[in-house]
């Protein structure tokens, strides 16, 4: 999953990773919301933000 990525990226990850369970059953624009909204109050950037959302709601997907 993190092939391609650059360390903001792996960072926002690792960080959305942690927080990923707070999240199970949103909708997809719930998730990008809250998500998006969670990483960007720890620092990331827009860019870094909008790469790593897609990501993390792939693997949430995948848990349930």
């Known amino acids: ?20 369970r707070r999240w199970q059953g949103l909708s997809l624009q719930e998730f990008t919301k809250k998500s998006s909204d969670y990483l960007a109050r720890r620092g990331f950037n827009y860019e870094t933000v909008r790469a790593v959302v897609p990501i993390l709601w792939r693997e949430q997907q995948e848990q349930t």
């Not at 650059?6 to 927080?19: I, M, T, Y």
């Open 1 to 20: 999953v993190m092939k391609n990525v650059n360390s903001d990226e792996s960072l926002a990850l690792v960080a959305g990773q942690k927080a990923i």
